[in-house]
């Protein structure tokens, strides 16, 4: 489960560095990077329930680095409400992941289930705030959503077996 978490909030780092190569001086920006420090923040967490635990991280975090960087660039690349587009999906996906780890653990381990829930909570924000940016007026964006929560679900899945 950490090693799954760990794996996504960098995946979502990786993402938004690529928005914001690409994106970095457009009337967007600024979200992006609100967005991006939150998953910084959650990442640092994640690593340290990696180092307390002592889980490792998932195989593939080379794969996801480039992965998520190539995705946030394509997206951008696209335009901004496409590239908010990419955060609604991916938020959909995360939603309902961390959802059913909170009722796994609600009897399994109370503590970890709040720091997921609060960090759900963010993501649904994120979510939001893409939307508000126009992400279902981007072209492409039933594509977009598809590709990117196939995408997630695949990683995530990944994630949890290397």
Known sequence: MLRVDHAGEYGATRIYQGQLDVLGSSRAAGEIRRMAETEKGHLARFEELLNERRVRPTLLYPLWSVTGYVIGAATALLGERAAM????????????????????????????RETVLAFRDDELTHREIATAHGAEDALGYELISVAVKAGSRIAIWLSTRL
């Open 85 to 112: 587009a990419c955060t609604v999906a991916v938020e959909d996906v995360i939603d309902e992941h961390y959802r059913g780890q909170a009722e796994y653990l609600a009897e399994e381990d109370p503590a970890l």
